[in-house]
């Protein structure tokens, strides 16, 4: 299994990202899948997840009508759509799978939001 993250970067408040993670080595389309994110000195905390065909999202409180996650099971991508963004988004976001119980995490991608 192998998880690679990009699209993150340096954005003001009130910006957007766009972050994808791209899979391989497991069948993609059969799982769910989620985004983490953690900040210096904090816990990793869940952000968003999708099933495995992508009817079905949930989200953290904290980026409910901010944030929007979505996957395309033929590119073998979860996409994570960041709309205004504040300073306490700021922090490594992952990408993250389990199969049989174990998981499975991508290096992860830093989004900074600052004026």
């Known amino acids: 299994v192998h998880l690679v993250e990009s699209g993150g970067g340096l954005v003001q408040p009130g910006g957007s990202l766009r972050l994808s993670c791209v899979s391989s080595g497991f069948a993609f389309s059969s799982y769910g899948m989620s985004w983490y994110r953690q900040a210096p000195g904090k816990e990793r905390d869940l952000v968003a997840t999708?099933?495995?065909?992508?009817?079905?999202?949930d989200y953290a409180d904290s980026v409910k009508g901010r944030f929007t996650i979505s996957r395309d099971n033929a590119r073998n991508t979860v996409y994570l759509q960041m709309n205004n963004l504040k300073p306490d988004d700021t922090a490594v976001y992952y990408c993250?799978?389990?199969?049989?119980?174990?998981?499975?995490w991508g290096q992860g991608t830093q989004v900074t939001v600052s004026s």
């Open positions: 999708i099933s495995a065909a992508g009817g079905s999202t």
């Open positions: 993250k799978t389990s199969r049989f119980g174990r998981p499975y």
